[in-house]
């Protein structure tokens, strides 16, 4: 089909289908029927999709009125939505399955049932809370979140409080409570919802499935509608999602989903990829298109990521079926730098030696928000937060405060609205500069203010503003006015689709999901972090494999991996690195190319635990490092130690980071003890890893040497 548009101009498939790789173009081109892609991280899954919508709908296969697109994030829909519109079909559906589902319900409402809807219930914890109450159980914020975690899953995965029990032995003490406990507060709350008379995020979709059961008319109606679905990450759809959908089908198979099961990592609400690998089985004339082309990442990137996957061990027949044969990503971007790993004596050392790496990016030109530091659980965040902050880096922690309750940009659209009533249509001023004028009243210029602080932060939130009214007018043309501008924010305030603000971001894994950075930093990947302490199924510990998977697919060129062998300064040094790094890292045992290059042992012989000097039992990681005690006296001239403490004074000044970033006191002394001649020699010693071996290795025998001569 050879379109051509009214003005004469290039043809349907050079406007729509021109920048598409083989595959994509067939995604973009099956525009009937059932189609399941299988998109690999970083494949331009999205963009496949959204030319496959713009296609249908500019070449009349699909009413734009008649398509819903669904997704799982109000970000992701909000992305979608803004895609569709770069594209010139701005009026199809993109939406959350709850949203979709309760625009639905509110319209159905008054004739399927009556009267006015129930208020929508925020948050579960003050109900619970109150249904554990009544049943005169103690509970705390923990357990009470932990409850409210457990209720949606069973609600997701269509049990009641009545059949709860029977199909939840698997799921251990939720809260700390037994299953039985547990099923009783799940009644209680819903007897709670009814006295209140409220419903909660998980009924939205229950009560709309059980209208569109119950209600031919309603049904009819929805189908009638709705003829076209896309379905973005199909791989996490719960149960009841996919019971939804397929009441919204109604037995049709115009139906295309995407997804890919090595990004499972929400089981533990309900997602489970079985749907996604099932479809050629539920639809076995389905088309079925892989997308493997990788375009985000280097081929050092990629290579980790497939091997990753690829050094899984079975845990019997179909332990998990989200590892049904993996995609196998293909680069296709330029070769970039090798990933980094690095060992650090503990917690503090890690977020230090994160923040040098940080520094050393961004005087090389790498933009702060094109960094991001990701760990497994949240409560790591705070390590981060204050090593950036010591090294003047500014940073954003994902999920903390919204971009558009700031005061700022609370203010600046406000004022945008205001200048909306007073600027033509007709104004030929561009946007950007529009914007940048009317927001210069609240702080912003030109040039970033060369303080930090709360002042740094306001001009960073006013500048993503403007860099974002920049991209919309380039994207949408010049007919994209400031009223247009004013009505996106609105849209993306809602879907707190936040523009990118300068700062390096600090997120969770999870979090991180549908993200990508220039160069990402993967701390804490010891064993017990990662995967996680309470991973102890062959099924969670593969979850957590996959969740891996995603860190370092969120990558395109700078990736570290890093952990520390204790928790404090000092302390017991205990850590082992995560299993998962086995066979990856270059030091592994695993690894026999880094044996042949004569790389050093994955372990290091362990340090005495008694004096070298009079025997005494050693009491401090300090003391074992260089195996003596604090009461003889060292056994260095004085000149070389003063030697190399003056040349890691200059290292560090240099590279804008704390002193023992470089090396610790302890280690310096065990070097000046030591004295070693080569590479091997010091690299025995505690304390001298892999990397710093890599970085300060040659320069700390040559400070030895010249220090022999004084």
């Known amino acids: 089909m050879t379109t051509e548009n009214p003005d004469g101009n290039a043809s349907l498939e050079d406007r729509i289908l021109g920048g598409l790789d083989a595959e994509q173009r067939e995604v973009a081109t099956t525009l009937t029927g059932p189609l399941c892609v299988l998109a690999g991280a970083g494949t331009g899954k999205t963009r496949a999709i959204t030319h496959r919508i ?117 799921r251990g003490a939720p809260g700390g409570f037994d299953l039985t406990a547990v099923a009783r507060v799940f009644q209680a709350y819903e007897d709670v919802k009814t006295d209140r008379n409220v419903i909660d995020f998980e009924d939205v979709l229950l009560i709309t499935v059980g209208i569109l059961q119950e209600d031919p008319k309603v049904a009819a109606t929805v189908r009638e509608q709705y003829r076209h679905f896309v379905v973005d990450e199909y791989q996490d759809v719960s149960p009841l999602q ?62 980790l990521a497939n091997d990753l996957l690829a050094s899984r061990r079975s845990g019997g027949p179909a332990a998990d079926a989200a590892w049904a044969a993996p995609l196998k990503l293909v680069a296709q971007r330029n070769p970039g730098p090798q990933p980094q790993f690095t060992e650090c004596t503990d917690d503090e050392a890690e977020a230090a030696t994160v923040a040098g790496k940080i520094r050393t990016l961004l005087d090389d030109g790498v933009p702060a928000s094109e960094i991001a530091v990701l760990f497994r659980t949240n409560g790591q965040s705070e390590a981060y937060e204050q090593a950036l902050a010591s090294a003047g880096i500014g940073y954003q922690l994902r999920g903390g405060e919204r971009f558009f309750a700031r005061k700022e940009v609370r203010d600046a659209i406000l004022q945008l609205r205001a200048a909306t009533r007073a600027v033509s249509e007709s104004e030929p001023q561009p946007l950007g500069q529009l914007v940048r004028d009317i927001v210069a009243s609240l702080g912003y210029t030109d040039t970033a203010p060369h303080s930090g602080g709360a002042l740094r932060e306001r001009w960073e939130s006013l500048a993503a503003l403007v860099a974002l009214a920049d991209e919309l007018a380039q994207n949408r043309g010049p007919q994209f006015g400031l009223a247009d501008f004013v009505n996106e924010l609105q849209e993306r305030s809602v879907a707190q689709h936040a523009p990118t603000v300068q700062g390096v971001t600090l997120a969770s894994l999870h979090a991180a999901k549908g993200l990508e950075w220039d160069a990402v930093f993967l701390v804490g990947m010891s064993e017990g972090l990662m995967p996680i302490s309470f991973a102890d199924t062959p099924a969670a510990v593969d979850e957590e494999r996959r969740l891996l998977y995603v860190g370092i697919t969120r990558a395109r060129e700078h990736l570290s991996l890093s952990w520390s062998t204790a928790r404090t300064p000092g302390g017991r040094a205990n850590r082992k690195p995560s299993r998962f790094l086995d066979g990856l890292r270059p030091d592994s045992v695993a690894s026999s190319a880094a044996r042949g290059r004569g790389a050093a042992p994955r372990r290091k012989a362990a340090a005495p635990a008694s004096c070298r000097v009079c025997g005494s039992m050693l009491a401090s990681g300090a003391e074992r490092k260089v195996g003596r005690c604090s009461q003889c006296p060292p056994s260095y001239e004085e000149q070389t130690f003063n030697a190399l403490r003056e040349w890691r004074k200059d290292v560090a000044q240099s590279a804008d980071v704390p002193a023992f970033v470089v090396f610790t006191d302890a280690t310096l002394t065990a070097i000046a003890e030591a004295r070693p001649s080569s590479l091997e020699e010091l690299a025995r010693l505690a304390g001298v890893g892999p990397s710093k071996l890599e970085r300060y290795g040659e320069a700390v025998l040559a400070v030895l040497t010249e220090s022999s001569t004084f």
């Open 54 to 170: 713009a296609y249908g709908v500019h070449s009349g296969v699909y009413s734009p009125q008649r398509l819903l697109a669904v997704t799982f994030t109000a970000r992701a829909a909000a992305e979608m939505r803004s895609r569709l519109r770069d594209l010139g079909v701005g009026n199809v559906q993109a939406r959350t399955f709850h949203a979709a589902a309760l625009r639905q319900l509110q319209f159905f409402w008054p004739q399927a049932v009556g009267g006015a809807l129930p208020n929508l219930l925020d948050h579960k914890a003050q109900m619970i809370a109150e249904a554990a109450r009544r049943l005169r159980l103690s509970t705390d914020r923990a357990s009470i979140r932990d409850l409210a975690s457990e209720i949606e899953w069973a609600k997701v995965s269509m049990l009641t409080p009545a059949n709860y029990l029977e199909n939840a032995q698997d």
């Open 242 to 303: 996919q019971r939804l959908l397929e009441l919204w089908l109604g037995g049709r198979n115009e139906l295309c989903v995407v997804g890919d099961a090595s990004q499972t990592i929400y089981s533990f609400t309900g997602a489970s990829p079985k749907h996604l690998l099932g479809f050629k089985a539920q639809y076995p004339d389905a088309n079925v298109v892989k997308l493997v082309r990788d375009y985000r990442s280097t081929p050092q990137v990629v290579k």
